[in-house]
């Protein structure tokens, strides 16, 4: 049984189909010492089977070193969202969650498939304009707090 309903599981369904490309969701995982892993495993696992656009690929955090500095992830669980062109070209979108992306932030984790696979976003102009003028590079984070 899934942690979605089935009227969410549709509403999503209906938002994916927006994607114009696919997104791979690298899932960066250990065994041990891990305690919210497998609840975040059961969350992705959600997700593809409401897309053929949507694959999770596991990355072992300890084993895969190269793969793990490659994407700045530097604790478990971690999702690196990455954009997959025509070729089959990883593009990064440096999208990262750290934790597990439960309760609110599973909408953030969404959002941010639906964005790097292509949906329209709904920038105005002026905020199009605003983002443009950013000339040098600029690294945010959002803390969360579970509730």
Same mark, same amino acid.
């Given at each position: 049984?899934?942690? #979605? ?6 509403? #999503? ?11 791979? #969701? ?20 959600? #997700? ?15 084993? $895969? ?8 992830? $530097? ?49 105005? $102009? ?22």
């Amino acid at each position: 049984m899934g942690l #979605l309903a089935s009227a969410d599981q549709q509403k #999503l369904r209906e938002a994916f189909t927006e994607m114009k490309s696919p997104v791979r #969701l690298l899932f960066f995982t250990q065994t041990l010492g891990c305690e919210t892993c497998l609840q975040t495993r059961q969350i992705l696992d959600e #997700l593809p089977e409401l897309s053929d656009r949507i694959t999770i690929e596991e990355v072992n955090f300890v084993l $895969d070193k190269d793969r793990t500095a490659k994407y700045g992830i $530097d604790r478990v669980p971690g999702i690196a969202v990455v954009g997959v062109d025509e070729s089959g070209t990883e593009q990064d979108s440096r999208i990262r969650f750290l934790g597990a992306p439960a309760g609110y932030e599973f909408i953030s984790l969404v959002q941010a498939v639906l964005l790097v696979g292509g949906r329209a976003t709904t920038l105005t $102009d002026e905020q199009r304009q605003r983002l443009a003028a950013v000339d040098k590079p600029v690294t945010m984070q959002v803390f969360t707090t579970p509730t």
